[in-house]
Each structure stands twice: as structure tokens, then as C-alpha cells.
């Protein structure tokens, strides 16, 4: 059985709760259930607080669960966990390394934590590294963002993992860093590692195999990044004015606006039963809005998490 689940699932979590404060007053995560396919790049997205840390914690072994199980690879994560970290590498969402050793010092300080040596598995970090081997001698404190991310992943790559954990790894980024991070994760997965990257970046979302929303540790849906814009059913209007921030405003005053957010250029709205692109026009007209543009677009990740999010809270508790 477990062998069967090790070729299927990397990563399996069924009915994971957690619970903070000394009466259990604060619940991170409720009944968290989640399945990361060996081999895929799995993305767990939301924002700052919802939940990605204590579950990502969870899974290291470096926290408990108070309800569920969960397994890595087939273990246990509370009875093998010595075994499992054995077979994962973690990359915390804060840079945890230590600043005052050396870049090559930190990595030889990891790898023999794990009883092997940077020789021994200089393959696998070799691409990585060759960017940082000019400032091996650098203290780690001393270096940029995009370097110490790079050396992070490193440490969390030279004992060889089968199950790769990122938390938060891009936050703090410049762009072209993040671009090439995500091209290093797809080399990687190319060498069979399981990935588990949690973001707050929505655009991230579009660069793994299966995502799953998460907000205030609730799943709220898992699906393919494809599959879960093609789930947003409703018809998404891109609205421009000349003055944009009064048109927002406006916006969400109009009867006939069921949801109305600010994403790049444009305002990105949702209409009720009944709303049509003219009647919106016309309002925004009548309000003294000039240079008005309405357009059918596209749905993003971003639009489905703000659309599920919203939907939660007006269930009933």
C-alpha cells in the first residue's frame, strides 16, 4: 500500500487541522485535504496569513497536527519523521541560513548535517551554484535577495530530495529573479523531484501543474490552473474611465454590480441579473465619468480567488 502511494501521491493530507493560543482560540488550518500527484509542481496559493506556513511546517515535521494525518512519500508525518526528513528539503518563506558563514560554508555546514558532502551531489546543484561560486568566499548576510534565495535552494537541494518544500520562496524578488527561479523548479521537476510552493503571487499560480486557493485555512478549491479559470462561469467586464479610482467607487455603489476589483489597467467587474454593458455605460455617464471603455475579458487565477473568496463569506457561518 505504501509503495502504491509513493508512485501515485507524493504528498497526501486528509482532514489536517491546526490549532494556536493556549485555549486553541486561533485555528490556522480546518480539515485540510489535499493530494500532490510524485513529480508534479503543486502550488498551494493565498495570501499572507491564510494558512501556507503552518501547513508547510506540518509536513516538514517541524509542527504537529491536532487533527488528520498526513504522509510524504508514504511516512507518516508524526510517527516517520525521521525518515521523511530524510527524503525532503525544506525552504523556509524568511531566509534562515546563517549570515556570518560563508556561502561555501553554509552549504558544507548542510551538507553534512545529511551525512554527505557537495561532491558527492554536485550534479544536482551545479546549475544553481555556478551563479554563486563567484562569491563563495561572501558571507551569506552580505548577499543580494535573488543570490540568497539561490543559495537557500541549494542547501535544500545537496542531500538530494525526493520532495522539494518552498514556502514563499520568490516574496521580496525582483521579477527577473522570480522568472528564473521558476525555469530552475521546471529543470528540477524534470529530474523527477515532487515540488510544494506555496505563493502570494497569483501569477505563479499559472506555472504549476495543480493549484489549490486557500484562504484564512480553508481549501477552497484544487484544480488545474486552466481548469479553475474555466470554472469562473460568469462574464468578467474590464471597465476603464479617465478617472479610474472615482470610477471604482462608483462602481461599487451601481445596484448591478455583484463584484468590482482593481487588477492592472482596469477595474474588473461582475454584473447581477440584469446588468448588461450599456446599463453600466450609462450609469457611469450619468455619474460624470468620461472615456469610458467596457470589453468582455478573460478571467485570471486572481479573479477565481477573489470570486471563491467572496463566495465564502456570504455563507452562513
Not at 558527492?120 to 548577499?143: D, S, T
Request: hydrophobic share 35%; charged share 25%.
Amino acid at each position: 500500500m505504501q509503495n502504491d502511494q509513493k508512485e501515485m501521491n507524493s504528498i497526501s493530507i486528509r482532514g489536517v487541522s491546526k490549532f494556536y493560543g493556549k485555549k486553541r482560540e486561533i485555528r490556522a488550518l480546518h480539515d485540510i485535504n489535499l493530494e500532490v500527484p510524485s513529480g508534479s509542481i503543486f502550488g498551494l496559493i493565498g495570501p499572507d496569513g491564510s494558512g501556507k506556513t503552518s501547513l508547510f511546517r506540518i509536513l516538514t515535521t517541524l509542527l504537529l497536527p491536532d487533527e488528520g494525518e498526513a504522509t510524504v512519500n508514504g511516512f507518516d508525518v508524526v510517527k516517520d519523521y525521521k525518515e521523511i526528513r530524510k527524503v525532503v528539503g525544506y525552504m523556509p518563506g524568511t531566509f534562515s541560513l546563517y549570515q556570518d558563514l560563508s556561502v561555501q560554508e553554509n552549504l558544507h555546514f548542510y551538507a553534512t548535517l545529511f551525512k554527505t558532502t557537495i561532491e558527492a551531489n554536485y550534479e544536482m546543484i551545479k546549475e544553481i551554484y555556478g551563479q554563486l561560486e563567484p562569491f563563495k568566499n561572501r558571507r551569506a548576510g552580505a548577499l543580494s535577495g535573488g543570490m540568497k534565495q539561490k543559495l537557500a535552494l541549494c542547501c535544500a537541494l545537496v542531500h538530494r530530495p525526493e520532495v522539494l518544500f518552498l514556502d514563499e520562496p520568490t516574496t521580496g524578488v525582483d521579477a527577473m529573479s522570480r522568472k528564473e527561479f521558476w525555469d530552475v523548479l521546471k529543470r528540477l521537476q524534470g529530474q523527477g523531484i515532487t515540488i510544494f510552493v506555496s505563493t502570494s503571487y497569483m501569477d505563479e499560480a499559472t506555472l504549476c501543474d495543480r493549484i489549490a486557493l486557500i484562504q484564512d485555512g480553508k481549501i477552497m478549491s484544487t484544480n488545474t490552473p486552466t481548469a479553475l479559470i474555466e470554472e469562473y462561469s460568469n462574464t468578467l467586464w474590464g471597465v476603464r474611465a479617465e478617472n479610474m479610482y472615482g470610477a471604482y467607487l462608483d462602481l461599487l455603489k451601481y445596484p448591478l454590480v455583484s463584484e468590482c476589483h482593481t487588477f492592472g489597467a482596469d477595474h474588473h467587474v461582475q454584473l447581477k441579473e440584469g446588468g448588461d454593458a450599456t446599463g453600466l455605460a450609462e450609469y457611469l455617464k450619468a455619474k460624470g465619468h468620461s472615456n469610458i471603455e467596457i470589453q468582455k475579458i478573460t478571467p485570471t487565477v486572481e479573479d477565481s480567488f477573489i470570486h471563491l473568496m467572496q463566495a465564502s463569506t456570504k455563507e452562513p457561518a
